[in-house]
């Protein structure tokens, strides 16, 4: 079976510092791994995703992320936080039975 | 091109009642994904059709709930006897195909209120 856990329901960041979103994984196989991100009422949209070949992946909107087999980790980063990135944030896994298991999501507010 | 839509995008029921929630995925896409997100179980799995295959029904959380793909196409998630537990967020995804890989992409939500 796979699962994601999201360390930190909540992140608060000053405009232009970094963010970091940690997502750690657990899987029997090797796993396929996606960021998305959530506005307000509004669905999921992908950030990114590794799908075993680059261990550093970028995504839309400057993020990116780096997958760490040894430390079971795909943490989600970027340089310097825009208000626009205020959301919610989920880490998803994607095991042989093509489902995608989610973390609790991370909530990122952006301080002016 | 269009993104997956559903109607509609906010739904109050009574207890008992049942609900139709639609979904109408990318066109060319041939496997359709059901989600549900509320505030105690977080995002969850439901219900997943692949072509004409038998779909996977393994996420539904009882028998009221029912899904049905016409053509290939158009999904209805169908929930009987609402109770005040199924008030949630009900999110529709279709991708390509049916890879691990494969980007699911999501439509806005219906969002259901069981009062």
């Known amino acids: 079976a796979q699962s994601v856990t999201q360390l930190g329901s909540h992140v608060s960041v000053s405009e232009g510092a970094l963010v970091l979103l940690r997502c750690n994984y657990s899987?029997?196989?090797?796993?396929?791994l996606f960021w998305y991100v959530q506005y307000p009422n509004q669905g999921l949209q992908l950030l990114l995703k590794?799908?075993?070949?680059?261990?550093l992946v970028k995504g839309i909107n400057g993020f990116e992320a780096e997958f760490k087999k040894s430390e079971t980790s795909f943490h989600l980063t970027k340089p310097s936080a825009h208000m626009s990135d205020a959301a919610e944030y989920f880490c998803a896994v994607s095991g042989p039975d093509y489902k995608l298991s989610f973390g609790a999501g991370t909530t990122v507010t952006v301080r002016a | 091109g269009a993104g997956v839509s559903q109607s509609p995008s906010n739904k109050v029921t009574e207890k008992g009642k049942d609900v139709e929630l639609r979904c109408d995925p990318i066109?060319?896409?041939?496997?359709l994904y059901w989600y549900r997100q509320s505030l105690g179980q977080g995002l969850e799995f439901l219900i997943y059709f692949q072509g004409n295959s038998a779909p996977d029904k393994s996420g539904l959380p009882s028998d009221r709930f029912s899904a049905e793909r016409t053509g290939g196409s158009v999904s209805t998630l169908t929930i009987q006897r609402t109770q005040q537990e199924d008030s949630a967020v009900y999110l529709c995804?279709?991708?390509?195909?049916?890879?691990?890989?494969?980007?699911?992409?999501f439509g806005p939500g219906t969002r259901l209120t069981v009062l």
């Open positions: 995804a279709s991708s390509v195909d049916r890879g691990k890989a494969d980007t699911q992409y």
């Open positions: 066109s060319g896409h041939t496997a």
């Open positions: 590794y799908t075993s070949a680059a261990t």
């Open positions: 899987s029997s196989v090797p796993p396929y």
